[in-house]
């Protein structure tokens, strides 16, 4: 075993010398690898770029929440809507789903404002969110400074506010924006509390499109119904967010949620479900055909490659038929002689492996920079693109050096 | 006692093309520890196959061959492996040395082999090499060298392991007259400490200097010189070759 040991190190050593001695052709050799290293690892730089801005988005939303949104119909659906007596998303809807709901969850009806936001004539760009008392534990989007909105606040439909943290650093510098008063449509409000600061990147890999947060600026919802009634309907709600206690039961309740709304609309589809949770799940087995199909053209460029390092591992061997019955007749073992180039095989395709990954960082960062896309690079998926160079070695020197390894010793002194 | 090598009724023949080529054709010989045997015949007359076969390089196609009493025409080519290695020391006409490796790295390559480590295998390989007169040439390319120190490279390296037999097929054919005769010297030195030594060699002059002659012609063993009759049939071929 030692013996095997120390054959093989020196096996490395010859093998080190013989790349060094063709310095061009073991680089012209190595290139195949190179590109399909670099190929798989690029790729996978933007493959985990993409994963995790994706995961990040639905993060944002939360895996244990679900929304439902209100859909705006037009033309004949809304027409026949009407007909139906569905009066779209409405806080009747929130209040039955919480019913249902029980303790499994908790629910906070949003409606978007139009409004615009003032400080001393200054106008903030921000969107004024008018929601209940709830909606902080709902969103897991809590207040760093101040408090929420508290049920009081939504009761008596007070004007108080909540400011996200770009629209507070907007208006206010860095001063506290605490029991200040700015204006929203006509009126005064107070500012009550401070959220905390998301991180919200609008990638490109939108699965779902995610507003920015820290914009956000909350009011109670009974003060937007009173201060800025809807022509239509009161009770009128853009959006509910719901919070189901258990991640497990997600999957669960999103239908029964969906069931009920959509029997109190009379069955018109006027509202989408969306499920972050599952968002994720679709958003991953997209992810995975991509994979393949990116696999599949790294598995091409390797094979190529491979081929390469074969068909020169195959003239080298023949070149140095006299050396291998040289060793032969000293005593190598025929193992000895399949490892020697083996092991040269394999430090090739794993120099062209390193080359490939440095070369594919390169070309993840050059992609970042320039096409502005996130890429990310596991240590594992480089550990791997090494590994699958150096096994390309493996399998491509294994040939050559079986020939090498099977030469007669007297046929090979005598190779002229 | 065992003969060191043995073989019996000995044949090989080779395929070439479409033809079968007899090299060997029933050939019995024996060597005996410490015996410096030559070998002497005209060119295709089989003496390198014998060679071959004798140093367990080559198996015969029949027949049957001792090393040191042990059988080896059926032994596994791992063990015919560890046998050349530790028991037999090649010297060729072509020195055979590997052109890419330094001088010193040319005689430690049976010991990699024979898994002797780094250190102790540069000790082995500079001593055998001050021994055949090298000690100064250890970093140089075989292609630095004259031919007759690139042979002694090659006899540096047959003697590195320590071998019993030493079988040097026509050492001297690319050396002129003076360095052949130095090479000639350091294999009768080593036939001097024990080692048993085959020469095949053209020149009956160097033929006559060993302890028995073996003349081979057209595979088979023509005579066998031993003693007295050395120098007469020694004239004998000498007359022949003109």
Same mark, same amino acid.
């Given at each position: ?22 310095? $061009?052709?073991?680089? $012209? ?250 968002? $994720? ?11 393949? *199909? ?7 460029? $390797? ?88 096994? *390309? ?24 | ?54 140093? +367990? ?7 049957? +061959? ?83 120190? +690139? ?92």
């Amino acid at each position: 075993m030692r013996q095997g040991a120390l054959q093989h190190l020196e096996s490395a050593r010859v093998g080190l010398r013989s790349i060094q001695a063709h310095k $061009l052709r073991s680089a $012209l050799t190595m290139l195949g690898v190179v590109f399909g290293v670099a190929a798989v690892v690029s790729m996978l730089a933007i493959a985990g770029g993409a994963r995790r801005e994706a995961v990040e988005q639905i993060r944002l939303l939360g895996t244990n929440n679900i929304r439902v949104t209100h859909l705006a119909l037009s033309g004949k659906a809304y027409a026949a809507a009407e007909q139906k007596g569905s009066r779209g998303l409405t806080t009747g809807d929130a209040d039955l789903v919480a019913a249902s709901l029980g303790h499994l969850g908790r629910i906070a009806p949003v409606r978007f404002v139009e409004a615009p936001v003032l400080l001393r004539g200054r106008e903030a760009a921000g969107r004024v969110v008018a929601t209940s008392a709830d909606y902080d534990e709902v969103t897991d989007f809590r207040a760093a400074q101040g408090r929420f909105l508290s049920e009081l606040d939504v009761a008596d439909a007070k004007r108080v506010a909540v400011l996200g943290a770009s629209v507070a650093r907007d208006l206010f510098g860095f001063q506290s924006p605490l029991g200040r008063r700015i204006r929203i449509g006509g009126d005064e409000y107070t500012v009550v509390g401070l959220m905390e600061s998301k991180r919200v990147r609008e990638g490109r890999a939108t699965v779902i499109r995610v507003r920015d947060i820290n914009r956000d600026i909350y009011v109670p919802i009974r003060t937007a119904s009173a201060r800025f009634p809807l022509p239509r309907d009161a009770g009128a709600i853009d959006e509910l967010a719901i919070r189901v206690a258990d991640a497990d039961q997600v999957s669960t309740v999103a239908p029964i949620a969906t069931r009920l709304i959509r029997e109190r609309h009379h069955g018109v589809d006027d509202f989408e479900v969306v499920v972050p949770a599952e968002l $994720l799940a679709q958003a991953q087995s997209t992810q995975r055909v991509f994979n393949v *199909v990116m696999g599949s053209i790294a598995a091409i460029s $390797l094979l190529v490659g491979g081929i390469g390092i074969m068909n020169v591992m195959l003239t080298t061997v023949t070149e140095r038929t006299r050396e291998i019955g040289i060793r032969r007749a000293v005593g190598a073992p025929r193992g000895a002689i399949l490892a020697q180039f083996l092991i040269e095989t394999v430090l090739i395709s794993a120099a062209g492996g390193l080359v490939g990954i440095a070369l594919g960082f390169a070309m993840a960062r050059g992609i970042n920079l320039f096409a502005g896309w996130e890429t990310a690079l596991s240590p594992l998926a480089t550990a791997g693109a090494f590994g699958v160079s150096a096994l *390309v070695g493996i399998v491509f020197g294994l040939y050559p050096a079986r020939r090498a390894a099977q030469m007669d010793p007297i046929g090979a002194l005598r190779f002229e | 006692m065992h003969a060191l090598v043995r073989l019996e009724e000995v044949h090989r023949s080779y395929l070439m093309g479409s033809a079968t080529v007899e090299a060997l054709r029933g050939v019995s010989l024996r060597v005996d520890r410490g015996e410096y045997l030559a070998v002497i015949g005209p060119s295709g007359s089989g003496k390198s196959t014998l060679m071959h076969i004798a140093g +367990c390089l080559d198996r015969p196609t029949s027949g049957r +061959c001792w090393l040191d009493g042990t059988p080896v025409e059926n032994l596994p080519d791992d063990e015919l492996s560890r046998l050349r290695n530790g028991r037999i020391g090649f010297v060729f006409q072509s020195f055979f040395l590997i052109p890419q490796l330094s001088v010193q790295e040319n005689v430690e390559v049976p010991l990699v082999y024979a898994g002797v480590e780094r250190g102790e295998r540069a000790g082995r390989a500079r001593a055998v090499l001050e021994r055949v007169g090298l000690g100064r040439r250890l970093e140089h390319r075989p292609n630095e060298l004259s031919g007759g120190e +690139c042979q002694r490279v090659a006899i540096a390296r047959a003697l590195v392991t320590g071998p019993e037999l030493v079988l040097a097929d026509e050492p001297t054919g690319n050396l002129d007259r003076r360095t052949g005769d130095e090479i000639t010297g350091l294999l009768e030195g080593l036939h001097a400490e024990g080692v048993s030594v085959v020469v095949v060699t053209h020149d009956p002059a160097k033929a006559r200097r060993a302890d028995r002659i073996v003349q081979m012609e057209d595979g088979l063993i023509e005579r066998e010189l031993r003693g007295s009759e050395r120098a007469r049939l020694g004239d004998a071929l000498e007359a022949a070759a003109r």
